[in-house]
């Protein structure tokens, strides 16, 4: 058995060493290309999916999501529950808030988004938003008469610009009509502009929850409490130290929350990412399929002489494979090498999303599937021609 | 050495077929140099292909060496051809892509033999055959006389019972034709190599023991070579 694996591996050797060096390069080239888009495309898509993740716990949701208990509109007592869950260790801060409908109106352009009312302080050491203000300021506690406006729905003068209805190119200190569910109507100073990259925070606006509860006539309630804890990752462990801790509301994680938007985004990508795959995969068996055949077949007299002077036809079938094998591993290793120096073109020139630059992700089992699938697509376009033509018989291969 | 009993080739069926070998019978001595020859379409290279275990008789029996070869699989066959046989081709073919050394290499390595006994019987048998100073050149780098005589040194590197040729000098001019034939007799002299050679060159009768004549799948005549002793035929006759 090793020997005859020591004459197959002498064969694939000499055949490679003194072979037509053109075609296997071009052929080494190719399996590296498809290394590389093995792994680059699912990259990108885990590079999203952090992305969207993180951006999902900075500007959406932080880590848990505290709601109102089944039939209830508010969470009552909210400034104790804060206070209460802020004891609870691992938990950093928690912000209070409530989200409504609201119509704005600004100079004869009229929308409806979501109206968050926050306390500042609190929001800004859950969420990120504060850090994101692109033009004005941030909203303070007790501020009344302010609005926030993400910068989507600020819009611009030229309407053919905005990707969603917008106020047509609001900006800080202008004055904005809004009317709440309750029919209140009041005017609000457009204290700053928002511009995050997260499409939910760009896309609404913001007011205290002092102003909210004027317009309502509320007192110490929310209907939505946001908690950062210490870390990421432990959401789940962490509901259930709130629930020990005798909080009765419902309790999400982020994922929860963001499930359906998320598995849309990254079930799209990866319907995306397998047809990509497969192609690499077909292009990848037919290049080596094609380059053993026509070498099989180019050879077939001289494979008919092996086999005649007692070279054993799985020996001639394992040189083929070794062949195959050793462009797998060349077009692998100089795929890899293409793959790091694309990542370094991307860590100094990200590609921008809509939600922010994005890093490609590149894990240890990303590149384990890769490389296996591509060693099992090589094994069998090198086996499969190599089978067909030695299955001839003798006399027939020789005389061609 | 070789007992062969009514081996029969058919090709085709029906009112088309084709008998190559039509009830072949013979025995052939340890040490003899036989030669073959015959009319295109004799079946003296079937004849060939059938003691070298490349193709199987519709029927009959074929013993070499003691061992009814019928009976073997596929794989046992290419074990027997390895071990056994020497096969010389028309047209020498030798791996390109090795070296004179390494095509003579490869049956000695197939066959199990360390690199240290592979390079000294390669050595041995390249020197022999008038190689030695050639051995690190590839085919494309030798002549035709030369490619043949690496394709016998690779033919005789395991030692074979029998040493099959099919029209070794072909392909080749007469001075070259003669020293492969002169290289033959001398195997067969020194070494007693049973060889088989098929030929259909008059002049190459001088340097066989026996000669089978073939015609239509048959024998026609078996009779003893017009030898001339070991100083070597004259092609012009």
């Known amino acids: 058995m090793f020997e005859d694996a020591k004459v197959a591996f002498f064969l694939a050797k000499r055949s490679i060493v003194r072979g037509n060096k053109g075609t296997l390069s071009l052929t080494i080239l190719i399996i590296g290309m498809v290394f590389v888009n093995l792994i680059f495309l699912p990259s990108i898509i885990s590079g999203v999916a952090v992305l969207f993740n993180q951006q999902t716990i900075d ?24 206070k ?24 004869g352009n009229e929308v409806t988004p979501l109206l968050y009312a926050i306390n500042p302080d609190d929001d800004r050491r859950v969420l990120k938003i504060a ?61 700053g502009i928002i511009n995050s990259d997260s499409y939910d925070v760009d896309s609404n606006a913001f007011i205290t929850r002092d102003e909210y509860e004027s317009v309502y006539g509320l007192e110490d309630k929310a209907n939505q409490m946001l908690v950062r804890t210490l870390e990421t990752g432990n959401e789940n462990e962490m509901r259930t130290t709130l629930m020990s801790f005798g909080v009765q509301e419902k309790i999400w994680t982020w994922q929860e929350k963001s499930a359906n938007f998320l598995n849309q985004i990254i079930g799209s990508f990866n319907i995306i990412n397998f047809i990509g795959t497969v192609v690499s995969l077909v292009i990848a068996i037919v290049v080596i399929f094609i380059v053993i055949f026509i070498n099989t077949v180019y050879r077939r007299k001289q494979i008919g002489i092996l086999k005649a002077i007692g070279i054993d036809r799985s020996i001639i079938i394992r040189s083929y494979l070794f062949q195959a ?52 697509v090589s094994l069998i376009a090198g086996y499969v021609p190599a089978w067909i033509t030695t299955r001839e018989d003798i006399l027939s291969a020789i005389r061609g | 050495m070789i007992i062969g009993t009514d081996l029969t080739r058919y090709y085709g069926l029906g009112a088309v077929q084709v008998r190559a070998l039509d009830g072949v019978s013979l025995k052939i001595q340890r040490g003899e140099f036989v030669g073959v020859m015959g009319p295109s379409g004799s079946g003296k290279s079937t004849l060939l292909h059938m003691l070298g275990l490349l193709d199987r008789p519709t029927s009959g029996s074929l013993l070499i060496d003691g061992v009814d070869v019928g009976a073997l699989d596929e794989r046992a066959r290419t074990v027997f051809r390895l071990r056994r046989l020497g096969y010389v081709f028309q047209d020498y073919a030798l791996v390109p892509e090795l070296t004179a050394k390494e095509n003579v290499y490869l049956p000695s390595m197939a066959r199990g033999m360390t690199p240290q006994e592979c390079t000294l019987v390669c050595t041995d048998i390249l020197g022999v055959v008038g190689l030695g100073d050639r051995i690190h050149h590839l085919p494309s780098q030798l002549s035709g006389g030369e490619q043949q005589r690496v394709a016998i040194a690779r033919a005789l590197v ?12 072909a392909n080749l001019d007469t001075r070259n034709s003669k020293v492969i034939l002169d290289l033959f007799r001398k195997l067969n002299h020194d070494l007693h190599q049973t060889i088989v050679m098929v030929s259909h060159e008059e002049w190459h009768k001088q340097y066989f023991d026996r000669i089978i004549s ?17 100083s070597g035929g004259d092609p012009s006759g």
């Open chain 2, 158 to 169: 395991n030692r074979p019972a029998l040493l099959l040729a099919d029209e070794p000098c």
């Open chain 1, 84 to 107: 209460k869950i802020e004891r609870i260790p691992g938990v950093t801060r928690v912000s209070p808030r409530y989200i409504a409908g609201a119509t704005i109106v600004y100079k």
């Open chain 1, 59 to 82: 500007y959406s949701y932080g880590n848990l999501v505290i709601e109102p208990k089944e039939n209830q509109v508010y969470i009552n007592s909210a400034d104790e529950l804060q």
């Open chain 2, 214 to 230: 073939m015609k239509d799948g048959v024998i026609e005549t078996d009779l003893p070579g017009t030898r001339e002793g070991d």
């Open chain 1, 325 to 376: 094998l050793f462009i797998f591993a060349l077009g692998t290793l100089i795929g890899g090498g293409f793959l790091v120096l694309i990542l370094q073109l991307l860590a100094a020139n990200p590609i921008v999303f809509p939600g922010g630059p994005v890093a490609p992700v590149v894990d240890a089992m990303l590149i384990l599937r890769s490389t296996l699938s591509l060693l099992v």
């Open chain 1, 131 to 191: 850090s994101k203000v692109a033009s004005g300021e941030y909203l303070g506690d007790g501020d009344t008469g302010q609005i926030l406006i993400g910068y989507r729905l600020a819009g611009n003068y030229d309407e053919r610009l905005d990707v969603i209805p917008s106020l047509g190119g609001v900006v800080v200190g202008k004055v904005v009509e809004v009317t709440f569910n309750n029919g209140v109507t009041r005017e609000y100073r457009v204290k």
